[in-house]
């Protein structure tokens, strides 16, 4: 029966695809893919709530602009005749 090859170092394998050696690697290799897509989606995930929480605070105070202008009569600076724009 002749001797089976590792299919990446071409070392003497006794009869398996892949020597131990180049199996431990993939393994490796395989687990850094997982940790590098886990903390992607992590750090997306925190882009995109961040964006959601921003989008919150403009809300709230667009919603505060406009209660104080209907129940006090406030008019925002950036509203007023003459002021910033």
Known sequence: MPMKEC???KAD???APICSR???RQESHRRALEVDKR???ALV???V???ARAAR???VKAHWRLNNFLNRGIVPDDLK???PN
Do not use: M, N, P
């Open 49 to 51: 709530d961040s964006h």
């Open 22 to 24: 180049c199996a431990d």
């Open 45 to 47: 995930q925190d882009l």
């Open 81 to 83: 005749l003459g002021g």
């Open 39 to 41: 903390v992607r989606l």
């Open 13 to 15: 394998t006794g009869g």
């Open 7 to 9: 299919e990446y170092c």
């Open 57 to 59: 605070k403009e809300i």
